[in-house]
């Protein structure tokens, strides 16, 4: 089925960066749609981004022009650049993958352990 591990996070200012990397193993997920989706305490997991395979994208509207998703396939590695953070974007970031896109949290039945993002204020 393959695994999914991502890394990146950490506790940046308001207005900073992070990119957070979601690094493949045990099969290719090239043919995959990717997604990230983010939960912060007492909240639902909620969606962030996906790309798919063929590299078209779609984004929450929250995140819309801040965030950007890519991937290298080469690397099997997929990547959340997120520029100009607030403090309500703190949350734990997980990455998902599946045949095909969706913005959908329980349509994703491959997922990482999730990476910690807290932004201060």
């Known amino acids: 089925q393959g695994q999914l591990a991502e890394s990146g996070g950490g506790l940046v200012q308001a207005g900073g960066s992070l990119r957070l990397s979601c690094a493949a193993s045990g099969r290719t997920f090239v043919a995959y749609a990717v997604g990230w989706f983010r939960q912060a305490p007492g909240k639902e997991r909620e969606f962030v981004s996906f790309?798919?395979?063929?590299?078209?994208?779609r984004y929450a509207d929250s995140v819309k022009g801040r965030f950007t998703i890519s991937r290298d396939n080469a690397k099997n590695t997929m990547y959340l650049q997120m520029n100009s953070l607030r403090p309500e974007d703190t949350a734990v970031y997980y990455c998902?993958?599946?045949?095909?896109?969706?913005?959908?949290?329980?349509?994703?039945?491959?997922w990482g352990k999730g990476t910690q993002v807290t932004v201060s204020s």
């Open positions: 998902a993958a599946r045949p095909l896109h969706s913005d959908v949290a329980g349509a994703y039945d491959i």
């Open positions: 790309i798919r395979s063929g590299g078209s994208t």
